[in-house]
């Protein structure tokens, strides 16, 4: 087996398949009638996913069918397909090469459920947001019938429902740690992260005849096979205890001195195998795997699984990462889950190239004139970077797209607005959003790609901003200004969260957006006010959210504009404590604040917080049986009870909240005055039966005469109108 290239190869520069001579799709096609009219006999790839097919940059299979048929291939999409029977998986025939399987933009789990384990009744990613229109675990699903459709076609499978399950991972919805998805979906190999450059490199080895089995020197993918090769370097790390050498080491990642032990597992035959020390650099990164610990393991005992999600995100950096290991499976059974190192982060040219195919960029015909809500969201938004050096614990972002920051052009940024001007339908001279994961992290990068490619910390800017990140927002300011002023576009609106802690270092950019770039409010995300849950999600305290909204609004008075600020919490987080979630209500009354929707933490799978949910220990730091706990609301009970916190003026939470204050001997809090958080009435038919009202009390009467609370008109930082609930619904839903 042969280690990964640690040089990158562009996803553009292969030599095109022979097909290549049937040029661009209007639409990949999605039936035989389509095949038909392009002239192909066959498909040399087909995707499914779990998605409605809309043929724009922002939906992830679309971005990997498009370069997939710039490359030469023929590629067809099999798109929310019905999962009961094998026929809709032999719609477009048999592939070539392989099936691409895929959930869509979301982890079907999260689509279909609830925080709170309930199920959603639409999916913004279906035609007239229908629900229902894809399987739980959809990955596994779909698999198995493509199988079933087309036996001895290879399968892989990837997307964001792969990537984060791609090791053994805590799954809230069953409560339980569930093996890797490759075991359960039984495909040949795995994508993680962002695809392009694994999917194009296995597309041309498939057509060249390598065997699937045979590809594995992949970055960005993972594969099982039965045993470590000969010539690696095995770290083991499938303990939590003191370190030491099992053998006498040969190289310096191992320390000399202590006594050696028997290696353990039998079918780890070949490698070399020493103790796990961080301190010491491995002299052969490039040969060197870390052995964690096996899914048995991690499944029996939650701090492992805590320091198994430690390992997994400090070997997160493409430029520094070593491959890891772990066992599935005992006895004659045992498969070895490999996972390589993370995929390089795409440059400037590849980026742009990706996002200037020719995208229809617009729903496949078949749907008609029904309504995607996931597009309606995004059809006129562009997306200018991709990737999160903000290390958020409760975040997929990071895991998933990496912490480098990969930007496009502003050339090519520039020529798609003017596109969306010029050939989209119903544009009406309003850009959206020109962002990404998050607005304002465009051409931010480490000062040092040698520091870059070294570093492990899991944030840029936490606990406070790292002093070798460049914080200059002035690429930003120039674009922003550059569109704003193209004939034709009337207003260019940012839509994705601003990191307000980076907004802060540069006045200037804070300016330019609110006195530009706002359409009357800007969503930010403070997530929480206390340290315990702070320090857990890796957010910055709220004197950065303080010194970005007086940077806000005097700029705003400046331009002569009345703009509000949408602060976003989540509630039941590791780390909160229900006197956290009491200050947080508090400060939302005393400023003013009414949350129409809130947001529970779901522990996604993968996630640092959901190892923190699930282990009650905190993988930031060095995992022990004696190491920190954390607190963690669990339960029904308590998670609904921070979420009426937060919706403290809502009056089918009042009973609940009186109920919590007393218990936590805040029974002052009860009562009709400013200072108080909850009256000590009941209005007619809300919550429970009305606590010492003798006549039933309207709610439209009763809000500030018992509430304290101004009318909702004049709240000053979150204007109660039908708006802003549609922008926390499209926030939630990307």
Known sequence: MQAVSASPKDIFSYRKHWAARFGAAPFLPMSRAEMDKLGWEECDIILVTGDAYVDHPSFGMAIVGRLLEAQGFRVGIIAQPDWHSVDAFRALGRPRLFFGVAAGNMDSMVNRYTADRRLRSDDAYTPNAEGGKRPDRSVIVYSQRAREAYPGVPIVIGGIEASLRRIAHFDYWSEKVRRSVLVDAKADLLVYGNAERAIVDIAHRLAARQKPSDITDVRGTAFLRHAVPAGWIEIDSTRIDMPGPLNPPVDPYAMEGAAPEAPAPAIRTGAQVVRFIREVKNADRARSVIRMPAYEAVADDPVLYAHASRILHVESNSGNARALVQR????????????????????????????????????????????????????????????????????????????VIQNRSEDSIIREVEHIRDAVPGFTGVISDLGGPTANMYRLACRSREIEASCRKPSCVYPGICPNLNTDHSPLIRLYRRARALPGIKKILIGSGVRYDLAVESPEYVKELAQHHVGGYLKIAPEALAEGPLSKMMKPGVGSYYRFKELFDRYSREAGKEQYLIPYFIAAHPGTTDQDMLELALWLKQNGFRADQVQAFLPSPMATATAMYHSGKNPLRK??????????????????????????????????????????????????????LVPSFQPAGTGLKPEGARKPVKYQQFRTQHTGLPPAPQSRDRPQTGKVKKTARAAKAR
Not at 647 to 665: C, I, Q, S, V
């Open 328 to 403: 599935h499976g005992e006895g004659g059974n045992a498969r070895e889950l490999w996972i390589n190192p993370p995929p390089a982060p795409l440059t400037t040219k590849e980026m742009d190239a990706l996002y200037e195919l020719p995208y229809a960029r617009v729903p496949h015909p078949s749907y008609g004139k029904a309504k995607i809500p996931a597009y309606e969201m995004i059809r006129f938004s562009v997306t200018i970077q991709r990737g999160c050096f903000g290390g958020c614990t409760f975040c997929s972002i990071t895991e998933h797209e990496g912490r």
């Open 623 to 676: 995992v022990t049986r004696g190491s920190e706990d954390v607190v963690i609301p669990k339960g029904l009970r308590v998670r609904r009870l921070h979420k009426a916190f937060l919706r403290y003026h809502d009056p089918e939470n009042w009973p609940m909240l009186r109920e919590a204050l007393r218990r936590m001997g805040r029974a002052d809090l009860i009562g009709s005055g400013k200072r108080q």
